[in-house]
C-alpha cells in the first residue's frame, strides 16, 4: 500500500517567490495536516484539514494557505517567501484526525529560499 | 497540551537495551502518550501509543507509572539502524483535532 506521498522532494526559491506543495494522503484517510521542521527542531504545526474543512491552524502568519481537495489531496502555499521559510515541510495523513488518530507522515518537500 | 521534557541526547552499544524518559507533570485526564521515530530527512514514524500501565508491539514497550506524570520508551536491542531521534508527545484523547506538538527530542545514538 502506498504511504503518504509528498512533490516536489526539494525546491529552491528566491525570497518573495510563492510555493505551492502538495501531498496525496493514504488510500481512506479523509485528513491532512502539514508541519515545518527547521533543522535541528521539532516539527511544528501549521494546518489540519478534514473533509475539506480547516480544523486547526498553528502561529503561522498569513502568508501560509492551505486547502483539501474532494479527492483528500491537499496543497500548502507559501507567499512572499523569507529566508526563514527554509525548512523541511512535512504531511501527515490519518483516518478522522481526531486526537487518538495515528498521524502517518510522508517524506517531507525541503524547500530552500535563498 | 501538556509540556514534555526529554533528555536532549543519548548514547547505548549495539545489543543493548535503551530506555527514553519523558516528563509532563501536567499531564491532563483525557492525554494520552505517543512516541514518534524520525532519521533524517525522513517523516516522523509512529512507533507506539499508551494512556497508562504499559503496551507493548513488535518495535518497543512503553511504561507509564500511575501517576502518568512520565513515561519510558524502552527499545530492546538496539541496532545502528535505531539512530534516531525520538519525540515524546502528549495529547487529547477526546479532541477532535489531530494537532501534535513536538518538542526537540532526544538524539540516540547507537554505537557499534
Known amino acids: 500500500d502506498a504511504g503518504v506521498t509528498q512533490s516536489p522532494t526539494h525546491l529552491i526559491k528566491t525570497r518573495g517567490q510563492h510555493v505551492t506543495l502538495r501531498c496525496s494522503p493514504i488510500?481512506?484517510?479523509?485528513?491532512v495536516s502539514w508541519y515545518q521542521q527547521v533543522l535541528g527542531q521539532g516539527p511544528q504545526f501549521i494546518f489540519q484539514?478534514?473533509?475539506?474543512?480547516?480544523?486547526g491552524r498553528g502561529n503561522f502568519p498569513d502568508r501560509f494557505s492551505a486547502r483539501q481537495f474532494p479527492n483528500y489531496s491537499s496543497e500548502l502555499n507559501v507567499n512572499a517567501l523569507l529566508l526563514g521559510d527554509s525548512a523541511l515541510y512535512l504531511c501527515?495523513?490519518?483516518?478522522?484526525?481526531?486526537?487518538?488518530?495515528?498521524?502517518?507522515f510522508g517524506p517531507g518537500t525541503r524547500l530552500t529560499v535563498l | 497540551l501538556a509540556k514534555t521534557t526529554q533528555p536532549i541526547s543519548m548514547d547505548s552499544y549495539e545489543g543493548q537495551e535503551v530506555n527514553i524518559t519523558c516528563s509532563h507533570n501536567?499531564?491532563?485526564?483525557?492525554?494520552?502518550i505517543t512516541w514518534y521515530q524520525q532519521f533524517p530527512s525522513q517523516g516522523p514514524r509512529f512507533i507506539i501509543q499508551?494512556?497508562?500501565t504499559k503496551v507493548t508491539n513488535e518495535v518497543a514497550s512503553l511504561f507509564i507509572p500511575a501517576d502518568r506524570k512520565s513515561s519510558t520508551l524502552s527499545l530492546p536491542r538496539v541496532s545502528l539502524s535505531d539512530t534516531a531521534v525520538y519525540y515524546c508527545?502528549?495529547?487529547?484523547?477526546?479532541?477532535?483535532?489531530?494537532?501534535?506538538?513536538f518538542g526537540q527530542g532526544t538524539t540516540l545514538q547507537v554505537k557499534p
Open positions: 501527515a495523513s490519518s483516518l478522522e484526525g481526531s486526537g487518538t488518530d495515528t498521524q502517518y
Open positions: 488510500s481512506g484517510h479523509k485528513s
Open positions: 501536567n499531564i491532563a485526564t483525557n492525554d494520552y
Open positions: 484539514y478534514y473533509e475539506k474543512e480547516e480544523r
Open positions: 508527545l502528549v495529547g487529547d484523547k477526546a479532541g477532535n483535532t489531530g494537532k501534535l506538538i
Open positions: 499508551g494512556y497508562k
